[in-house]
């Protein structure tokens, strides 16, 4: 019975350590790092650049909102999302002209210092 006790709390211990809950944002964590002003994550914006068409910019900007909500900047001809990775930002970027991207961005878009 005592051997039984001793693997149970070794268990439990072993669950703490590994809890992946919403503690604090390391590099490379995905969760957004402390004052970030998005909540979205690389991934996401890896997933909807994916679906993304450069020909058809209403269409992609329609299916970008819908995975990701409102762009954080928009105008006549693009539309913007931010996004973070532990400290690093970045941006998914749509365009009429131009076609689409995906990637870093100055860290002061995210909210990040």
């Known amino acids: 019975m005592q051997r039984l006790f001793i693997v149970a709390i070794a268990a439990l211990g072993l669950l703490v350590a590994c809890d992946k809950g919403d503690g604090p944002a390391g590099a490379g964590s995905g969760a957004p790092a402390s004052g970030a002003t998005t909540k979205l994550t690389k991934k996401q914006l890896d997933e909807a650049y994916k679906d993304a068409n450069p ?38 970027l749509l365009t009429k002209a131009k076609g689409h991207e995906v990637g870093n961005t100055d860290a002061a878009s995210c909210g990040l210092k």
């Open 55 to 92: 020909d058809k910019y209403d269409d992609s900007v329609a299916k970008a909102t819908a995975k990701l909500g409102k762009p954080h900047k928009s105008d006549a001809t693009s539309s913007t999302w931010f996004g973070v990775d532990g400290t690093t930002c970045y941006k998914l």
